[in-house]
């Protein structure tokens, strides 16, 4: 606390000045007015003193303050901090006495109506001076102008600090923001030379650099003094571009030299999150080249097997001194927010000892000198700290760095070409293949505009260069392209601001052209590294369905664009959103060609597919023996499309239990493609691959074997190793290996197709899981019942996240972990557990496979058993 002068109340009635310390303070009373004419020398001024000494001695206290004669207003020196210490003052005394010389209440009277109205209309609560005299005190009285007492603040309904400031006013304008110093907790040199507005702005300033510097005080205790006994995370939110990023990056600034490592990952998307841990994986080797984590992972290839292993070496017991940063976490997955655009970022994070994310509110820059800085950065000029047109620009923007950043990439456009140079010079991004997706399509708009823009390359990259020096758009990293090619991201609140302003009036036209853009370009499986092509593509496909659920997007004349996404969303797992698009894409077909056109019979085959992967059997063998009659008549027994539901028939046969169904549909399937592709052709294989299973079913056990080595070795000259079809095969052998004992051979061909499995399709595709289940059981026959709960945790979780509600309970890989875990509850003595499982399990094989099928019929013994144990016992 500064020098302090107060008044003294002798006991003979006299007063008289006392000079205080800060360490000598005593306890003192306060008093809260407003100023008349001649304060100090009037009688009215005289009255207050008087009314004052009486009180606080009536409270006990012999020394009081009142501004009005305890402050030598003539020296600067003294009224400054008195200014700067005048919130303290108050905050630090014994009682606050509010005189109020327009509210009379002359008896005295105890009804409170009677003084009311002219209480709430005191010119008291209109002056700013008297906001801190409030809040600060912890009591604060208030008093008639005859000196009775009317009650205490709590009679107030006081809400935030900047609404107590409304409607007050001032007799020099900058006091309006000087008497809010105390309020706010900040200081600032007063200037009664400035005006208002810069007087509010300079506290405003402080403001804002007093609550960064809480921000990065809470940060650092959370993220570095919790203790090294776990993780510890925090979590900054706050609107699209209000300086997020920023918050991090000037943390990292103040507290590098604390940490042995600093990561910085896109979490946009999951694509720029395995490129992000494969960032890291680099960084890690070439500061840590002795580390062995790394040394049987492909760096470029197996993005999925980097992640697992920069996880492990997070989750090293010794390695407790290194920062992450996920940047643009737009999207978190909640529990009413699930769709396939959206990143769990729980996969990404260390698994050990991680402690919840701690929330902390990220507000807008008020701190000018911030606002110039983003602004000179990004418009490439220097020395504009005294400009006043920067300055005029900052404050108009309001404190958005995102804006900031707009503007100054505008200004950098302006201060470098002209129009002239920017439409005759290329751009200096690198080649994007997928620009292609819209030039090669975009002559079908009827917009002029559209079809100028994309007539050539040199056009586009026109256009995409003016977004990017506008800060628009940025060139990032594209997964699967060489490094250095980029392709072209925006912010998601541009992308807001894109919708809801410039696309206020919707396009079908334009709609329909993005949907026939996206549904184009799906890469097919034979393409390299097609699951990371796809994935780029599934955040778009997305936001379509959607369109169309709502009815935005007319679909007629562009069923085949259905049926792309159809297909695309199978091979991403995602098979709710498939069965959804094929609907669609087969009413358009049957409206526009009939019921037994090629078309729609595509259509048809592939969602009986659909629906076997379901577990919806009987759908799937309607929709089989639609296809197959259709296509008979339209293209012959032996065509090869009616091969391919013939093999279709067979698998779903061999999955209804129908052994002798299902090798007569195979073998005349292996027999017409043999004839009409030859041996070694792919389809060819996955009938030779399906024989192979139906033979292990039938416990032909060496013939399958025979068969599975003859697939696998075509498929590895046709495909080669990591392609999916013979993925399915090495996992089809763990399959023959298990059974037939050979478990050290089994385990080798899982791992082969689990690591294969999770880089091309990903952790959560149910064909992963389906591995991940069989690892489960292979663990379980080995006695290694730890980590075969593992497997089956993440295969039912997994199957749970995949899969709709509606689809999980007949879903059959998912209904055989299910068997699979009570087993393992069994066998480890949890009963309840088991019991739960296996009805849950039962309940599906009844309604997928009949009550009369195998699995029914173990699975009711088992219960009935466990229900005459509990029995007995």
């Not at 994310?357 to 005294?386: A, C, F, P």
């Not at 004349?557 to 996404?565: E, S």
């Not at 000259?717 to 298990?738: C, D, I, K, Q, W």
């Not at 959560?764 to 019942?785: F, I, P, S």
Request: proline share 3%; charged share 25%; aromatic share 8%.
């Amino acid at each position: 606390m500064a020098f302090l002068r107060l008044l003294q109340h002798k006991p003979d009635g006299g007063i008289v000045f006392c000079e205080t310390t800060s360490s000598d303070v005593p306890a003192y009373a306060i008093l809260s007015h407003t100023w008349g004419k001649e304060e100090t020398v009037s009688k009215a001024g005289w009255r207050k003193i008087q009314f004052c000494a009486r009180q606080a001695a009536a409270d006990g206290l012999q020394y009081f303050w009142i501004d009005t004669c305890c402050i030598d207003k003539k020296n600067a020196v003294e009224l400054s901090a008195a200014i700067n210490s005048m919130f303290r003052w108050y905050q630090n005394a014994v009682r606050c006495y509010v005189y109020l010389s327009d509210v009379s209440n002359p008896d005295g009277v105890d009804d409170e109506w009677a003084w009311k109205e002219a209480f709430r209309m005191s010119w008291w609560f209109t002056r700013g001076w008297t906001l801190q005299e409030l809040i600060a005190p912890r009591l604060v009285d208030f008093f008639s102008s005859e000196g009775g007492r009317l009650g205490s603040k709590v009679l107030l309904n006081i809400k935030e600090r900047r609404s107590w400031a409304e409607c007050r006013n001032t007799t020099i304008e900058e006091d309006e923001a000087y008497c809010l110093i105390g309020v706010f907790g900040v200081s600032i040199l007063p200037n009664y030379r400035e005006e208002r507005d810069y007087a509010f702005r300079r506290l405003e300033e402080e403001i804002h650099k007093l609550d960064k510097e809480k921000e990065l005080l809470k940060m650092h205790e959370l993220l570095y003094n919790h203790g090294r006994s776990s993780q510890s995370a925090v979590v900054l939110h706050g609107l699209g571009g209000i300086g997020k990023t920023q918050l991090a990056i000037k943390y990292i600034r103040k507290h590098k030299e604390k940490y042995t490592a600093i990561f910085w990952l896109n979490a946009n998307d999951e694509d720029s999150l395995r490129l992000s841990f494969r960032d890291i994986a680099q960084q890690i080797l070439m500061h840590c080249p002795s580390t062995r984590l790394f040394g049987n992972v492909d760096l470029e290839g197996d993005l999925n097997r980097v992640v697992i292993a920069v996880k492990a070496w997070l989750n090293l017991r010794d390695n407790t001194r290194w920062l992450i940063i996920y940047d643009n976490y737009n999207n978190p997955q909640t529990a009413n927010h699930t769709d396939c655009s959206i990143v769990d970022l729980r996969q990404y994070l260390p698994e050990t000892n991680v402690t919840q994310g701690r929330r902390l509110h990220v507000k807008k820059l008020t701190d000018l000198e911030d606002g110039l800085k983003i602004l000179s950065n990004m418009s490439q000029r220097e020395d504009i700290e005294d400009d006043p047109d920067a300055k005029a620009l900052v404050v108009k923007l309001d404190g958005l760095p995102l804006a900031l950043s707009t503007a100054g990439a505008y200004l950098e456009h302006l201060y470098e070409a002209s129009w002239l140079k920017l439409q005759m010079t290329s751009p200096k991004l690198n080649s994007y293949e997928d620009r292609s997706l819209l030039l090669q399509h975009a002559h079908s708009a009827d917009d002029e505009w559209i079809q100028k823009l994309t007539e050539d390359e040199l056009s586009f990259n026109k256009a995409v260069r003016l977004l990017c020096e506008y800060g628009l758009a940025h060139p990032e990293p594209s997964p699967g392209q060489p490094p250095g090619s980029a392709g072209y991201g925006m912010h998601s609140c541009v992308h807001s601001w894109t919708i809801s302003v410039l696309n206020s009036e919707w396009d079908q036209d334009l709609a329909q052209l993005a949907l026939t853009c996206v549904a184009s370009e799906i890469p097919s499986k034979d393409v390299e590294e097609w699951w990371l092509l796809q994935q780029r593509l599934l955040q778009h496909a997305a936001k379509h369905e959607h369109f169309i659920r709502d009815g935005n997007v007319g679909v007629d004349g562009i069923q085949w664009a259905l049926h792309n996404l159809g297909l695309f969303y199978i091979n991403q797992g995602k098979l709710a959103e498939a069965e959804a698009m094929y609907n669609w894409a087969l009413q358009g077909y049957e409206e526009a060609h009939g019921l037994k056109h090629i078309l729609t019979l595509n259509t048809v085959n592939n969602l009986g597919n659909l629906y076997k992967n379901q577990g919806k059997l009987a759908k799937a063998e309607a929709m089989y023996n639609r296809a197959l009659q259709g296509r008979k008549e339209a293209l012959g027994l032996k065509h090869t499309s009616t091969l391919d539901t013939v093999n279709n028939l067979g698998n779903l046969y061999a999955d209804q239990g129908k052994l002798a169904e299902a090798e007569a549909m195979y073998n005349q399937a292996l027999q017409g493609k043999e004839e009409a592709l030859g041996l070694k052709h792919t389809s060819t294989l996955n009938t030779v691959n399906n024989l192979g299973r139906l033979y292990a079913n039938q416990g032909k056990l060496a013939e399958a074997e025979a068969i599975y080595i003859q697939a696998l070795q075509g498929y590895e000259e046709a495909l080669g190793p990591m392609h999916t079809s013979t993925l399915n095969t090495v996992n089809n052998l763990g399959l023959l290996y298990a059974d037939q004992g050979k478990l050290a051979e089994a385990e080798a061909m899982y791992n082969r197709a689990l690591q294969g499995r999770e880089e091309a399709l990903g952790l959560k595709h149910t064909l992963t899981l389906n591995t991940v289940n069989n690892l489960g059981l292979l663990y379980a026959d080995q006695g290694k019942l730890a980590e075969a709960e593992a497997m089956y945790n993440r295969a039912l979780q997994g199957y749970k996240e995949a899969l709709s509600p509606e689809l999980l309970p007949s879903y059959l890989p998912a209904l055989n972990t299910m068997f699979c875990f009570g087993d393992l509850f069994s066998q480890t003595g949890r009963k309840e557990s088991a019991e739960k499982m296996y009805t849950q399990a039962l309940a599906g094989y009844r309604a997928v496979q009949g009550p009369s099928s195998k699995q029914c019929r173990q699975l009711e013994d088992l219960l009935q058993a466990m229900q005459v144990e509990s029995v007995d016992e």
